[in-house]
């Protein structure tokens, strides 16, 4: 039987505010930091009653596919991003291997080719290299500085070669490598840019947010990032041809742009020749590429919609973090070396990272596990020099340079927290841990 409309809607008014209160006692609370005893991790999600509210809010529309919380978490972030448009993705991953796929799409005035070369740091994250062999495309690995952990400019540059025709690089723990600069190479040569942003939400180079000097930028959402979804990510872009090339493609290839549920907003459902198809084939299942089903869920768009409401607060406690984290070890820069950022960069950083300036990976795994004696976690500088990863050995590539400063961040760099979860303590922990190593 049909429940009286007002009285459904006081129901669903009570289950969000009983879930709101539950989050208010069960997500708030904090035990006292015990140094030693205290579990100090590397990541983590920040979320309460803003973000249980709403995704309850989604589960009682019953809709579960993308619906009116994916639509409006989208223009969210895009104006987050500072993008005209933004296309959400189940990963970051997903995100970037969608970028690089639309920048082989016929919709674009000159896509890429197989075989075409895309210029790539060493040091990286397996998902930012493995869209460009999953595209048929050619890596071409250039070093990064111990420092600002990222390329110089000036070594993109010199990576050019007659076969190049796009930039895909990372902003490595949210420090920014040099978008402007290498936006401007790019330009000059006719080459594809992507922003891998999925360690650098919020970050800013020069006034400019990242994400927003190429064609196109990536983000994940996967709980130890900026904000989170869960599981998720998405594509910004500015550019209609390389939006229209993006919508399709995350929607099984389709050619068809309506919203899931809605008909006809194309203005094309009936009408048209496409390809061999008899005229007048059904638009929604016409398809102009081979593409994916990268689509969320509503309810992530909806904790994904609230976590953009504590996004400031969050880039707050990643830079306070990082900063002291920083003035707490400038006295052992004669034994590592800390992060340098470039001149105009403001970092919302994903992690603090160093590296020993003596000694083998031995003694970074020493020191790994001396943090973690003492309850502290710490992750290594991602995939670090990714051809000497089992995965990529033996693929086509090539390399612009040497590549030593990647293979002494593989030997002798790892990152510590910064998420907004840790305090103040934890931090001065941290900092006195790695001191009391190093003095050993």
């Known amino acids: 039987m049909n429940i009286p409309r007002e009285e459904a809607e006081s129901l669903r008014a009570d289950a969000v505010s009983a879930v709101r209160r539950y989050a208010d006692l069960a997500l708030t609370a904090r035990s006292e930091f015990v140094p030693g005893e ?62 690089l796929s639309a920048a082989c799409s016929d919709k674009l005035d000159d896509p890429l080719r197989p075989g075409d070369e895309v210029i790539t740091p060493a040091l990286a994250f397996s998902t930012t290299v493995s869209p460009i062999y999953q595209t048929q495309l050619t890596p071409v690995y250039v070093d990064v500085e111990p420092d600002t952990a990222a390329p110089t400019a000036e070594a993109f540059a010199a990576a050019v070669g007659p076969r190049t025709r796009a930039v895909m690089a990372a902003h490595c723990l949210g420090n920014p490598f040099d978008a402007e600069a290498v936006a401007a190479m790019c330009a000059e040569n006719g080459l594809v840019l992507i922003e891998d942003c999925c360690d650098a939400l919020g970050t800013t180079l020069n006034g400019k947010a990242v994400g927003t000097f190429g064609d196109a930028g990536t983000y994940s959402f996967y709980p130890a990032h900026h904000i989170t979804t869960g599981e998720g990510g998405a594509v910004v872009t500015d ?45 929604k299942y016409v398809f102009s590429h081979v593409g994916f089903n990268f689509k969320i869920t509503d309810m992530q768009a909806a904790l ?88 990529f050995r033996g693929l086509e590539h090539r390399v612009s340079g040497d590549l030593h400063g990647s293979d002494t961040m593989t030997e002798r760099s790892l990152w510590v927290g910064t998420y907004p979860g840790l305090t103040d303590a934890m931090v001065d922990w941290i900092a006195e841990t790695i001191h009391d190593f190093l003095a050993a």
């Open 38 to 99: 205290s579990h100090v991790p590397v990541s983590g999600k920040t979320i309460g009653a803003e973000e249980l509210g709403m995704l309850t809010e989604a589960v009682l529309d019953a809709w579960f596919t993308e619906g009116r919380f994916a639509g409006e978490f989208e223009r969210e972030l895009a104006a987050a991003t500072h993008r005209d448009r933004a296309f959400l993705a189940g990963s970051g991953s997903q995100a970037n291997l969608l970028a």
């Open 239 to 283: 550019d209609p041809a390389w939006a229209q090339a993006l919508g399709s493609l995350r929607m099984w290839g389709r050619d068809c742009w309506c919203p899931t549920g809605v008909n006809g907003a194309c203005g094309m459902r009936f009408d048209g020749q496409h390809g061999d198809l008899p005229a007048g084939y059904d638009h």
């Open 304 to 391: 994904g919609l609230a976590q953009l409401q504590r996004l400031e607060w969050v880039h707050q406690r990643r830079r306070h973090n990082a900063a002291r984290l920083h003035e707490a070890l400038a006295d052992l820069d004669d034994v590592i070396i800390r992060p340098r950022t470039l001149p105009g960069a403001d970092p919302s950083w994903f992690g603090y990272y160093f590296t020993l300036r003596e000694g083998d990976a031995a003694r970074r795994t020493d020191l790994q596990r001396f943090l973690l004696e003492r309850k502290i976690d710490s992750r290594l500088l991602l995939g670090g020099n990714l051809l000497r990863q089992p995965a």
